[in-house]
């Protein structure tokens, strides 16, 4: 059967940074996110007696054979799970632009793990979903849900606790996101090099997956209750402390480049003047905005003053994954 699907990418709002288990891919801590309208990925699978191999297309080109062979072995779990031994052709896009630096994994494994399994004949629950899309990559496990979404850490050693769930659908609170792209050049440290490294040398891991505790917390509290303040104050202290773990590994890990310094700033200065606004910062030089809606375009106008921003785009809640016509 040939099978589409959708799903959309996720900002951390507590990061995921470090893992308890390397083999199944379990986060050593949870996480908050909220699942973006904006961007998303649309993937097309389907097996068949055809392929002498998995073959992945990207954005209309063959990908790379490290891409490839990283999809097969993810479908190696999907045929395990239904039995059968066929190959599979993938059709994957992305409709933000590649290179310019946004991770694609969590969009990206999570329309894979739908569309997959989907097309393998396996009827998954959102939980089970979450559960397979966390072996492709740990942040997909959260974008198979819309809105704000947590994922839980879990303790089983099997991981099947370790699952995201959703926290309040897309409609509950019309946040904004900018993301502001500050360089569209190929990171260096992909973020499972630099949480493992940050894992095994900062002196700082053991506080940093202590104190996400009562992140995690504050941050189901500010989203309940709508406080702004708290979630971009808590966002931004989950974000500068992840950054600290990357800086305080050996060798150091710094994502950032000086216009991302300049931007942090820029905030900084904004919130002085009473205007509202956070940051936030993945395993990248770039920058995203968390703010409200009637704020947005007076923080876009003031950030767009700054020379070197390649592109600004604009993002707002977004829905789950889900099967769509091909
Ligand atoms: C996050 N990031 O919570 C954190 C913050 C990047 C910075 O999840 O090793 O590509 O494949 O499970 O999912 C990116 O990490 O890592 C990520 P793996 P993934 O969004």
Redesign the pocket.
């Known amino acids: 059967m040939k099978t589409t699907a959708i799903a959309h990418a996720?900002?951390?709002l507590?990061?995921?940074?470090g893992?308890r288990d390397a083999a199944l891919?379990l986060?050593a801590t949870g996480?908050i996110?909220l699942t973006l309208k904006e961007l998303f990925t649309k993937t097309t699978v389907e097996f068949s007696d055809d392929p002498a191999q998995d073959e992945l297309t990207l954005n209309g080109e063959r990908a790379n054979p490290k891409d490839e062979q990283r999809a097969g072995k993810f479908l190696n779990l999907i045929r395990a799970q239904a039995g059968t031994g066929q190959f599979a052709r993938i059709t994957s896009e992305n409709n933000f632009p590649t290179g310019a630096g946004l991770?694609s994994?969590?969009s990206g494994?999570a329309a894979l793990a739908l569309a997959a399994a989907h097309a393998a004949g396996l009827n998954l629950s959102p939980a089970r979903l979450s559960e397979l899309a966390?072996r492709?990559?740990?942040?997909?496990?959260?974008s198979i849900f819309g809105g704000f979404v947590e994922?839980k850490p879990g303790v089983l050693p099997d991981g099947s606790d370790a699952v995201a769930v959703q926290l309040h659908d897309e409609t509950f609170w019309p946040l904004e996101m900018l993301i502001l792209i500050t360089s569209a050049a190929e990171k260096e440290i992909?973020?499972?090099t630099?949480?493992?490294r940050s894992a095994e040398t900062s002196p700082y891991y053991p506080a940093w997956v202590a104190s996400s505790v009562a992140d995690l917390e504050a941050m189901r509290d500010a989203i309940s209750r709508k406080d702004f303040q708290q979630l971009g104050e808590i966002a931004e202290f989950s974000?500068f402390k992840?950054h600290g773990l990357a800086l305080s590994a050996r060798p150091a890990i710094l994502y950032w480049n000086s216009l991302t310094v300049e931007l942090i700033h820029a905030v900084r200065g904004l919130r002085q003047k009473g205007i509202p606004a956070y940051v936030t910062?993945?395993?990248?030089p770039q920058i995203k905005v968390i703010c409200l809606p009637e704020y947005s375009e007076q923080i876009r106008a003031a950030l767009e003053q700054i020379s070197g921003i390649r592109q600004i785009i604009k993002t707002s809640p977004g829905p789950g994954a889900r099967l769509v016509e091909d």
């Open positions: 996720n900002i951390a507590v990061k995921y940074w893992k891919n986060p996480s996110s991770a994994s969590a494994f966390r492709g990559s740990g942040s997909a496990a959260r994922m992909g973020s499972t630099g949480m493992n974000c992840m910062i993945d395993a990248g």
